[in-house]
């Protein structure tokens, strides 16, 4: 009777053999794979505190993309498993960037009539009654 169920679990209806665990991935692989992990927390941080001006935004896009490509190859098994569902990840991200880009191109078409502060009126009520406010002022 083990055997019927051994073979009920390790084959499905196209007669292709699976293990009943999934891909057994070394600890040294799991902890350089992590101690990256954390570097790259750690850099993206520290990149917080220098001024590179638009470039913090790109470098922190690109080492979060970094990191997201580790947890899935190796976290996710991705590394072993089929190329159709690598294939999908990769679509799935490249759809994800061309919003992104849909969106900045949006942005960028609409920062000339950005609001630059509050109307004199306005500005002039917070200066003398709350000179601490956090508003934007007219620049």
């Known amino acids: 009777m083990a055997s019927a169920t051994h073979?009920?679990?390790?084959?499905n209806a196209s007669g292709e053999v699976h293990p009943l665990v999934g891909h057994l991935v070394p600890y040294s692989t799991?902890?350089?794979t992590g101690a990256t992990l954390i570097v790259l927390t750690i850099i993206t941080v520290a990149?917080?505190?220098?001024?590179?001006?638009?470039a913090?935004?790109?470098?922190?896009?690109?080492i979060a993309?970094?990191?997201?490509?580790?947890?899935?190859?190796y976290f996710m098994h991705l590394r072993w498993d089929r190329p159709f569902?690598?294939?999908?990840?990769?679509?799935?991200?490249?759809?994800v960037g061309l919003m992104?880009?849909?969106?900045?191109m949006d942005v960028g078409q609409n920062l000339a009539s950005e609001n630059k502060g509050n109307?004199?009126?306005v500005q002039n009520y917070l200066n003398a009654n709350a000179p601490f406010a956090p508003i934007t002022a007219k620049k």
Request: one cysteine or more.
């Open 56 to 62: 913090n935004v790109y470098l922190a896009i690109g």
């Open 85 to 95: 569902n690598l294939m999908m990840l990769v679509g799935s991200m490249l759809f």
């Open 47 to 54: 990149a917080r505190y220098i001024d590179l001006g638009e």
């Open 65 to 73: 993309v970094i990191k997201a490509t580790l947890v899935s190859l």
């Open 119 to 121: 109307p004199s009126a």
């Open 30 to 32: 799991l902890f350089a």
């Open 100 to 104: 992104m880009v849909f969106c900045m």
């Open 7 to 11: 073979a009920h679990h390790s084959s």
